[in-house]
């Protein structure tokens, strides 16, 4: 449980207070930690913004938002039943610009739980639409963790949403692929970038064929991480025909964040 304080020491979390939708600007995401814990144990929520630089492919963290009042961050359990993070998230920073907000839940039941977040708004003059998404598994075992029957959970509806294929747990690890799919409005969106972040890693101007994807005819796509690691993955749909009141051009954002661990469970 030492990786995400650390983490959260060295980065914030949204813009500052008097930009409340300054978040359409950027891009946030998710993490949860541990990635595996018992029934009952405590798992730390944290929700991150920035991601601006490398056109928005950086893994960098800016700034802090004063309320979460039009954020929505939910836990979806393995039985689809939803709780809602946001009251409980708490500002551990000392000034508006510093720190971050982290949130914390308790697993009562075994299984794959998703926790989602999601955010709309308009900022100069693009209505913007951020959604994102990471996994933690509670299990009785640690050392042998079952696999749960059935699809992965985690469908939230969001406009533009990373639909992850392959478990974000146990069959996960260096060589493991990760697989996903990518819907727009509930269907497949083909040849579509999609990005693969690892934490510290920069990546190429233009398109990275180390850490980048393009989406087939059905919309998914496939990553093999080659080492542990936190990735970031991230997409971006821009549709300057989407326009209304007060807004030219809508934008759509997905995250979703993977904790690779050094060792593959299922492997050992």
């Known amino acids: 449980m030492t990786r995400f304080p650390q983490t959260m020491l060295r980065g914030v979390l949204f813009t500052a207070a008097f930009w409340p939708l300054a978040a359409v600007a950027h891009d946030t995401w998710l993490e949860a930690v541990p990635r595996l814990v018992r029934p009952d144990d405590v798992v730390h929520v944290g929700l991150f913004l920035g991601n601006h630089g490398n056109d928005h492919r950086d893994f960098k963290i800016a700034g802090k938002v004063g309320s979460l009042d039009d954020v929505q961050i939910e836990v979806v359990g393995p039985d689809g039943r939803k709780t809602d993070l946001g009251p409980d998230m708490v500002d551990l920073g000392y000034a508006p610009k510093e720190g971050f907000w982290s949130g914390r839940f308790v697993p009562a039941n075994e299984g794959l739980h998703c926790v989602g ?6 900022r100069h003059g693009s209505m913007g639409f951020k959604g994102g998404k990471t996994y933690f598994l509670a299990s009785e075992s640690l050392d042998a963790p ?19 294929e392959t478990h974000p ?14 819907l727009f409005k509930g269907k497949p969106l083909a040849d579509q970038v999609v990005s693969f972040i690892p934490r510290g890693t920069t990546l190429a101007a233009g398109f990275d064929a180390e850490h980048e994807r393009t989406t087939d005819a ?16 991230v997409t971006h749909l821009v549709k300057p ?15 979703l964040v993977i904790d690779v661990p050094e060792r593959c469970p299922c492997c050992e």
Not at 146 to 164: D, Q, R, Y
Not at 218 to 233: A, I, M
Not at 241 to 255: H, N, Q, R
């Open 117 to 122: 977040h999601f955010r709309q708004g308009i």
């Open 146 to 164: 079952a696999k749960p029957n059935g699809s992965i959970p985690g469908l939230l509806g969001h406009p533009l949403e990373l639909v992850l």
């Open 169 to 182: 747990v146990i069959d996960c690890g260096p060589g493991q692929p990760i697989s996903l799919q990518l």
């Open 218 to 233: 059905e919309g998914r796509c496939r990553y093999t991480p080659k080492e542990g690691n936190v990735v970031l993955v």
């Open 241 to 255: 025909e989407e326009k209304g009141e007060g807004f030219e051009k809508t934008s759509y954002a997905a995250t």
